[in-house]
């Protein structure tokens, strides 16, 4: 077992990174975060889709990380920005994610695919805020009835046949 299932092992509402005291929207810098979001997507590498995308959000500790979307000759193996936003996560400290935005390649919201929406509540949890186009959203809306780390609780061990 490792540290991060025993821990979800032990408490229902586990996920890395989880503090309390969360920030509202309102005191979220959302101009600075869509800023970030923006530059980075010019270092996006999307030439088979021409779709180039940034992703910035806010950390718990203060820093912004940030993601572009690099794209692959082998279309189904591209990253999305959001692939790129949580290894910069992990990379420079990890901890938990607060806040979220993501801009398309016209630099306006962007609401993040399926698969991203689970990266990003292994690592901001229910109360991540997120922009959308119509306002900022927390994860439950943005990803309701999630699975999550604290499902894994439930595992009986590894089984084979
Ligand atoms: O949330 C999303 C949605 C799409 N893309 C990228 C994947 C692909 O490179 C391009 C077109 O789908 O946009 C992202 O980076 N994040």
């Known amino acids: 077992m490792t540290e991060q299932s025993q821990a979800a092992a032990a408490d229902p509402d586990f996920y890395p990174g989880r503090v309390a005291g969360d920030a509202g929207p309102e005191q979220i810098d959302w101009t600075a975060l869509r800023a970030a979001a923006r530059l980075i ?16 959000a806010l950390v718990d500790d203060g820093r912004i990380v940030t993601g572009c979307n690099v794209e692959n000759a082998s279309y189904g193996v591209g990253l999305c920005a959001e692939c790129g936003l949580v290894s910069s996560l992990n990379a420079t400290g990890g ?9 398309g390649p016209d630099g306006e919201s962007l609401m993040p695919c399926g698969r991203c929406r689970q990266l990003l509540y292994e690592f901001g949890g229910p109360e991540l805020l997120v922009e959308t186009s119509h306002g900022i959203v927390p994860m439950t809306q943005v990803l309701p009835d999630a699975f999550g780390p604290s499902d894994l609780s439930r595992a009986t061990g590894p089984t084979h046949t």
């Open 41 to 56: 997507k010019e270092k996006a590498y999307a030439p088979y889709s021409g779709f180039p995308v940034g992703a910035a």
């Open 95 to 103: 901890g938990r994610l607060v806040a979220f935005t993501c801009v």
